[in-house]
């Protein structure tokens, strides 16, 4: 499904990523002392290890594992469960990223299986008389939701890297859509919640119970539509899903009033994944790697450079001097992000410019004195596009995969709001992606938003999974988190806490979250003790509660224990209901 020359883009990257590695050097930071012969190699980071948001989720995978599958056909499987037992968050109506760590050869790839607007769709795709709609109309509407791609960028990834016959991979999604599951709490809680999406048509004939009342934590829930679906997609792959009575339902439920899409059957025939490569950086004695646009993981690696010119970073989790020091890099970083970061099919992305030594070094040296909102830099070959008005709800998951051979998964999935659009077709819930384009396609001046909407555009997103490679390019972890725009903050938060403060991976996930975009503060607040939040407060962040999705972190680090052996530390954060199993 992929073009031939979008498959060079990743051995061209691993080409790169091996030059980067031999020179051994932090960017904009002190030089890696050179490696010694005398320390043994670490054993390589082998599985199995899942860790993922829903148990049901993580022992289906777990299961590929122990059947022989590879890291990508577990996350197939994993992904078939999720959309089930976890609605509200991703599904086989959204999208995904996913990077890829290939053991045998050491090559690092992503995926891209963003959603895509339609052929039909305009700059003024959310604007009625003249004006932008508010925002929870377009969220519900039939134009908010592009051409999903989860199931076409899954497909792509276990062509190339699966073991097991793709057939294989759906037993437990489809025996618990006919059979039924549990109720989750967090599920129960969005079903009997406030949000819109929850109220549609759609979702009200699915989480209806017969005698008329809502389901409830502990019910069990079947969805026979959602088997046919999965047993479809198993026989058929994703030709079943993109042609065919799977894609008439979809169009049909886009087409519904109100205010119906555009979305058509030769918009579903046409998406294809991207094969994209890599963009890897040094970090302290590591390599962190993420998807390049229309991906925000260049914001990640941005905030790390940055870190590196910031000694107060290190001082650890209970200083006050730390956390000021990450809010003000992420101020920083978020106003670089929201101005150039888009589909670089439709605009020029300066990620070279953006992590350029010089350029960072520049940005984190305005960190200390930083009194409101950041401004927006002008990095080496940046277009000063118009300032963006995208919102980023909340409706997104994480998971890592590592399988007996050392090949890894990490890959950020979403139906972008809660329940997507609210939407149901052929037993799943619709993407409301294309709400992730800037509502406002100019400003005053004419300036173009560099994330506007244009047909066949990916719209910029904040997911941005993580893999962690050592200066000899092998594989030591992986991480992620759902959250909206917030996932930026979450992911290099946890970042910090496990390779520069040295936490357990648990411990790093359960921290206090801080988001700093703009003016004000989001945080956990409950979490942050008393003293600590006075010490902050003396630093002029007086924080609030974050008003964005909570973080959902899941990954691990491959880490010697006091016994001298090598394992696993991994971590499901505790404000959701993931598990991890190795």
Not at 83 to 108: C, R
Not at 370 to 386: C, E, K, R, S, V
């Amino acid at each position: 499904m992929t073009p031939a020359p979008l498959r060079r883009l990743r051995t061209l990257t691993a080409a790169v990523l091996a030059a980067g590695l031999a020179l051994a050097g932090c960017a904009g930071g002190a030089p890696l002392a050179p490696s010694t012969t005398s320390a043994p190699a670490p054993p390589p980071a082998r599985g199995p290890f899942v860790a993922a948001a829903n148990p049901l989720a993580v022992e289906a995978g777990m299961k590929v594992l122990r059947e022989g599958g590879s890291a990508v056909d577990a996350a197939v499987a994993v992904q078939a469960v999720l959309g089930l037992v976890e609605p509200q968050s991703s599904g086989l109506g959204g999208g995904a990223f996913l990077m890829h760590y290939d053991a045998a050869t050491g090559e690092v790839t992503s995926y891209d299986g963003r959603e895509t607007a339609p052929a039909a769709a305009t700059p003024e795709l959310f604007h009625e008389n003249g004006r932008p709609l508010p925002f929870r109309d377009a969220v519900l509407s039939g134009r908010s939701t592009g051409a999903p791609g989860a199931v076409a960028m899954l497909a792509l990834a276990q062509e190339e890297h699966g073991r097991l016959p793709w057939r294989a991979l759906f037993a437990d999604a489809e025996r618990l859509a006919r059979d039924g599951f549990p109720v989750s709490p967090r599920l129960a809680g969005f079903i009997s919640g406030s949000t819109p999406q929850a109220r549609t048509p759609w979702a009200e004939r699915y989480f209806t119970k017969a005698d008329g009342g809502r389901y409830v934590a502990g019910d069990v829930l079947r969805n026979p539509a959602y088997a046919d679906t999965i047993a479809e997609l198993a026989a058929g792959g994703p030709e079943a899903f993109y042609r065919g009575r799977i894609a008439d339902e979809i169009v049909a439920a886009v087409a519904a009033e109100p205010r119906p899409g555009a979305l058509t059957r030769t918009d579903l025939a046409a998406y294809r994944p991207i094969e994209r490569g890599a963009l890897c950086r040094p970090y302290r004695i590591y390599v962190v790697c993420v998807p390049p646009p229309p991906s925000s993981g260049v914001a990640v690696l941005q905030l790390l450079l940055m870190a590196e010119h910031t000694p107060a970073i290190l001082e650890g989790p209970d200083s006050a001097d730390a956390w000021t020091a990450f809010a003000q890099l992420q101020r920083l970083m978020y106003a670089d992000r929201d101005r150039y970061v888009g589909d670089p099919a439709f605009v020029g992305v300066p990620v070279q410019g953006l992590l350029d030594p010089g350029y960072v070094a520049a940005r984190a040296a305005l960190a200390p004195a930083l009194t409101g909102a950041a401004q927006p830099g002008t990095p080496p070959g940046g277009i000063f596009a118009g300032p963006d008005a995208t919102l980023e709800p909340s409706g997104t998951s994480h998971l890592v995969v590592v399988d007996a051979q050392g090949n890894a998964v990490s890959m950020t999935t979403t139906v972008e709001s809660v329940f997507g659009s609210g939407r149901m077709a052929a037993g799943f819930f619709l993407n409301n992606q294309l709400t992730d384009f800037s509502f406002s396609p100019t400003r005053a001046d004419g300036a173009p938003a560099a994330n506007a909407v244009a047909p066949g555009k990916r719209p910029r997103s904040s997911m941005a999974p993580v893999l962690i490679l050592d200066r000899q390019g092998r594989f030591v972890g992986a991480l992620g988190s759902p959250g909206g725009t917030s996932i930026l903050a979450y992911n290099t938060r946890a970042l910090i806490a496990v390779l520069d403060w040295d936490l357990p991976v648990q411990a790093a996930f359960d921290l206090p979250n801080l988001v700093a975009r703009g003016d004000g503060f989001g945080a956990d607040t409950d979490r942050f003790g008393p003293a600590l939040r006075a010490a902050l407060a003396a630093d002029g962040i007086d924080l609030e509660p974050n008003d964005s999705e909570t973080s959902g972190l899941h990954g691990g680090l491959w880490r010697q224990g006091p016994d001298g052996r090598w394992g696993w530390d991994g971590g499901a954060d505790d404000r959701r209901e993931g598990v991890v199993s190795f």
